[in-house]
């Protein structure tokens, strides 16, 4: 099939890539010219395990192409995702300009009978104020939802090994033609109305979140009574009903999905006439999760001012070079309001407002304590004995428990984890 593609994002660029590793035939429209002149060379801008080369064997095989023309990439093309920016406004709500002006825009060009997929994550409702402004315009497009649940760092596993595919549709032909694209999937399929698509993704985002944040005010709790967090939500997730996912404590969810639809969720329950109160609860304890971090700091040097903290990690999470709503980020904004000094390393991301190191022995030295923020698994094969050599202190404080506090204290420092006894 010929499908399209607007916006090489993260989300547009592993949809692509992905339907042409099935068979299809893709053309991706990308307003930044740059941009575009860079993926035709297979210079990929964004850092994701396994898209380079599925884009390079695409290119190859004249499977894939790009365009800064939006018109050119659905000539032709059966079916087009909207793959386009939905940032969160002032208010919490998602901004859904960009789509509404791409619509506008295709609407008048693209054949009778073309889907327009809504893959970027939307307010519930939009397909079907989307639906009513294609009649406005006289099209004859169609519209379906059909949300993302790739999470970045294994984006590309979960396109190839789906565990499900939401497809929502006023037309259950619609449904059908869109579902064709995924069939050497083998994925489940589930067939709804766009309106109840919208909210799956909403809901999964934001339950997620809330088990990570009820795992990270369970870590503080283990933090004061002297239990050992990594025991206790293994002993919780042996539990059937329960399971083991997103039980991993740490300073807090950040990127680019789960702080903007946790309160977009609570903005649409609110026009709705609901007050969300357990998900607005949900956020706030989320946004104190680096402060708490930061006074534990403040406690294990003896006083922020004058400082010196080396950092392990920029990115909100390992696999990733996002640093969108990174707690690291957060708590080294922190540190240096409380008169602290940061430096940082992290093997794929780098942020501006963080001095950054060239490895990690190097973002150490002088440093009074070590604060590994992100849980890269190259952290685990760092030698602590050269990290003890170039430290002025000899403390390190792992937020996310990676580290093996033996090999730790093996090599002179001392550990301190998050929500684990303090020996």
């Known amino acids: 099939m010929r499908a399209a ?8 660029l592993v949809q692509a ?37 599925l884009v390079t064997r695409a290119l190859g095989h004249g499977l894939l192409s790009f365009t800064d023309d939006n018109v050119e990439a659905v000539a032709g093309a059966e079916v087009v995702f909207l793959t386009l920016p939905t940032p969160q406004a002032p208010d919490g709500r998602a901004d859904v300009s960009y789509i509404d002006q791409v619509v506008d825009e295709l609407a ?28 406005e315009l006289g099209s004859g497009a169609r519209i379906v939802s059909n949300p993302e649940f790739l999470r970045e760092g294994t984006a590309v596993e979960d396109f190839l090994n789906a565990e499900r595919i939401v497809i929502g549709s006023f037309d259950r032909a619609d449904g059908e033609r869109v579902a064709a694209l995924y069939r050497g999937l083998g994925s489940r399929i589930l067939h709804t109305d766009p309106t109840s698509a919208e909210l799956i993704k909403y809901g999964a985002n934001a339950y997620l979140a809330a088990r990570l944040t009820f795992a990270n005010a369970l870590a503080n709790l283990a933090e004061h009574v002297g239990a050992d967090i990594l025991d206790v939500v293994e002993g919780i997730g042996l539990d059937r009903r329960i399971g083991p996912h997103f039980l991993r404590p740490g300073p807090g969810y950040g990127g680019s999905c789960f702080p903007k639809d946790t309160k977009a969720l609570v903005a649409i329950a609110e026009d ?8 607005r609860t949900v956020i706030e304890v989320n946004e104190q999760q680096p402060r708490i971090v930061v006074r534990r700091i403040d406690e294990l040097v003896g ?8 950092m392990w990690g920029v990115a ?23 008169g602290g000094s940061i430096r940082a390393y992290d093997p794929e991301a780098s942020h501006p407002d963080v001095e950054m190191a060239v490895d990690p022995v190097d973002a150490v030295k002088g440093a009074d304590l070590l604060l590994v923020a992100t849980e890269w698994p190259e952290f685990m094969r760092v030698d602590l004995e050269q990290v003890a050599a170039v430290m002025r202190g000899s403390v390190v404080f792992d937020v996310r428990n990676l580290l093996d506090p033996e090999v730790v204290r093996a090599a002179g420092l001392r550990y301190h984890g998050w929500g684990r006894p303090r020996i």
């Open 5 to 12: 593609v607007i916006g090489a994002g993260y989300v547009g």
């Open 316 to 338: 909100f999470k390992a696999g990733t070079d996002d640093t969108r709503e990174s707690p690291a980020l957060a708590i080294a904004r922190l540190v240096r309001e409380g």
């Open 108 to 135: 008048p060009v693209v054949a009778e009978g073309t889907i327009l997929v809504t893959k970027s994550t939307v307010p519930v409702g939009t397909a079907e104020r989307l639906r009513r402004r294609l009649e």
């Open 303 to 310: 006083g922020l001012d004058g400082s010196v903290i080396g």
């Open 272 to 279: 709705a006439g609901y007050d969300f109160e357990l998900l």
């Open 17 to 53: 890539a992905g339907l042409t590793h099935l068979g299809h035939t893709v053309t991706v429209g990308e307003v930044d010219g740059e941009r575009v002149e860079r993926l035709r060379e297979g210079d990929i801008p964004i850092y994701e395990y396994g898209l380079e080369t």
